[in-house]
């Protein structure tokens, strides 16, 4: 017997809990190095480097970003005017000045409505999807959410300067709709698929037994939902907001063409609003490579890249929880 | 027998409020998709035609048709399929079939769910740090290509590892008793079993491919390009952009042109996405375990 070859003598485990299926080293074993042993080995390190490569590019993503942006942050960057002043006026010929603050708390805020707008429509569907409808209502409903999630950014952004901008002004009376209010709802419709189909997974997740031992001492379904349900997954619908504040968070285009794009602190959802993703999207054409202000646009990627990787992290702390820690 | 107490009474009540409000929900969340798609084809499809289809655009972009974003898109969504497809399938059997149960193959799922969190516009910055600096590539769409199809990978991943993860385990065991190795029954057994898995995931790739624009912008897409792409080192349009274009940055549009090419957009994601859905109903209704 090879000593290289898995040490594991369970040949078919049954008892395995692993990742993938324990294979059929047990039967390779007794037949030798033959050509398909060899085969098998070479087609394990193909898909290994596949596997691996999810690593690399996450790696990669924040190494090539940081690559740019890294002179901003040693050589030109003042903290304190990045996160305490709002004035960004990076193509000033006397001082350019990169005040970051507006551009996150536009982000923080645009995100803030969405949420506002998203997580109680987003989670309310998940339940009536998940615990509610049935058969037919229920297939057409998870292909609608499913659709709303197939709609692009750009397509959205469209939306939003025509549709919703008008639908803002009639309603409200405001002079102009592109403003927070009008990227936080649209933000809100695109955050809104995702928040429904893993809040959806994680009421799927909580075990039918919690159900029928519910019902069977005479509770009704809401009850069985609010008072059961909800608590047992209440980790994965968190989970399942913090994929939609990432997903938000990061859009682009849509909030480009509909916030309005003016930098200033907002004090009303009527404010028109300018995004850090935003800003990287409409500035970063205009600028010469290795200029200040093209890594100071980079120095923006990694504040957006390390935050969604926060967020994600969370996400998937928190899902993980529920599922046994696992 | 039994009689409803007043308690039962309100119980069925509260239920029955609960029901629809829950319902009036999910409406108000998916109306949006029937709105807007109504709203694109009232408004787009006056200045549809064949020839806006098939020909160059015009003065400026506001007249003529819409050939070069479009067919920009066909080559930018082809070489991202090419690029992810084959990484992110292997990637998929890897952490379905090979990989043991240890914290270096939960650090790989960590890093799939973080590479689909990432912004689309910090993907566009890596793509132009890497692709068209780095890797010398330039503005073009063997950049953009591979912009899209890091963007995309963990799409292709996950869709593809379900697929293989549905084939059931007995199917595995009975093939490896047989004496067969690990890629002999992935590659007679597996494969040939969640082949239609695997192509509703690609399908979705081309969906999403197809109408991104933040990727693409600084990576291969140019605002206006008057040649038709001829090859994968040159900058091309594309539908997405091109929307974003007309509807932002060029004054003297006429109304309708926008919400036509809009409608384009929309109508090739959404084609795709009920390609998939049909396929996996389709799959759903053939399977035999």
């Not at chain 1, 998203?118 to 292909?143: D, N």
């Not at chain 1, 409200?172 to 809100?188: K, Q, S, T, W, Y």
Request: proline share 5%.
């Amino acid at each position: 017997m090879p000593p290289e070859m898995d040490g594991n003598s369970s040949t078919y485990g049954l008892e395995g809990k692993g990742a993938a299926l324990r294979g059929p080293e047990g039967a390779s074993r007794r037949y030798g190095r033959d050509w398909a042993w060899w085969q098998d080995k070479l087609v394990a390190s193909v898909v290994f480097v596949g596997g691996v490569s999810a690593i690399v590019f996450v790696l990669g993503i924040f190494a090539f970003v940081t690559r740019e942006g890294l002179g901003f942050i040693l050589h030109t960057m003042d903290v304190r005017e990045f996160f305490g002043s709002i004035a960004w006026r990076p193509t000033s010929l006397i001082r350019p000045t990169y005040g970051a603050l507006a551009l996150i708390v536009g982000t923080a805020f645009v995100t803030g409505l969405a949420m506002v707008f998203s997580v109680p429509f987003s989670l309310g569907a998940a339940i009536f999807i998940g615990e509610f409808a049935k058969g037919r209502v229920r297939e057409t409903l998870k292909i609608l959410v499913e659709l709303l999630a197939a709609v692009p950014s750009v397509v959205w952004g469209f939306i939003g300067m025509t549709v919703m901008n008008e639908f803002l002004i009639r309603t409200f009376g405001v002079p102009v709709g592109l403003n927070a209010m009008n990227a936080g709802l649209i933000l809100g419709l695109m955050a809104a698929p995702i928040m429904t189909t893993i809040a959806e997974d994680a009421l799927k997740a909580v075990p039918d037994g919690y159900r029928e031992a519910a019902e069977a001492m005479g509770a009704t379904r809401w009850q069985v939902v609010w008072r059961v349900v909800l608590p047992a997954a209440k980790n994965g619908l968190l989970g399942a907001v913090l994929l939609g504040v990432g997903r938000a968070f990061g859009e682009t285009m849509a909030v480009l063409m509909a916030s309005g794009h003016s930098i200033h602190l907002p004090t009303s959802p009527f404010d028109s609003v300018r995004a850090l993703t935003a800003t990287i999207a409409a500035e970063l054409g205009e600028t010469a490579v290795g200029s200040d202000h093209y890594r100071a646009l980079f120095t923006l990627g990694i504040l957006l890249f390390v935050v969604t990787f926060f967020i994600n992290l969370a996400a998937d702390l928190v899902v993980r929880g529920v599922r046994g820690g696992r | 027998m039994f009689e409803a107490t007043p308690l039962n009474r309100r119980n069925a009540r509260v239920e029955l409020v609960v029901k629809l409000l829950f319902l009036l929900m999910t409406v108000v969340l998916v109306l949006p998709v029937l709105t807007i798609l109504s709203i694109l084809l009232v408004k787009g499809t006056p200045a549809l035609s064949w020839e806006f289809l098939t020909t160059m655009p015009e003065k400026g972009m506001t007249a003529g048709g819409i050939l070069p974003p479009l067919l920009g898109t066909v080559w930018l969504v082809a070489g991202s399929v090419v690029a992810t497809v084959p990484l992110g399938v292997a990637a998929a059997i890897y952490l379905s079939e090979y990989a043991p149960d240890n914290w270096f193959t939960r650090i790989i799922n960590l890093a799939i769910v973080n590479l689909a969190g990432v912004p689309s516009i910090v993907h566009a910055l890596f793509g132009l740090g890497a692709f068209v600096l780095f890797f010398g590539f330039g503005t073009s769409i063997l950049a953009a290509s591979l912009t899209l199809g890091v963007m995309n990978l963990p799409v292709v991943i996950v869709a593809t590892r379900e697929a293989l993860q549905s084939v059931p385990r007995a199917f595995r065991e009975a093939c490896w008793s047989l004496g067969a190795t690990r890629w002999q029954t992935i590659r007679e057994v597996v494969l040939p079993n969640s082949f239609s898995g695997i192509l509703t995931g690609v399908i979705l790739t081309v969906s999403r491919a197809a109408g991104e624009t933040a990727p693409i912008m600084f990576t291969g897409a140019v605002f206006y390009s008057p040649f038709l792409p001829q090859g994968i080192f040159d900058e091309t349009m594309a539908m997405a952009l091109h929307l974003f274009v007309i509807a932002t940055q060029v004054p003297g549009v006429p109304e309708a042109v926008p919400f036509a090419v809009a409608l384009v957009l929309i109508t090739m994601v959404l084609a795709m996405n009920a390609l998939a859905i049909a396929l996996r109903v389709h799959l759903r209704g053939k399977k035999k375990w």
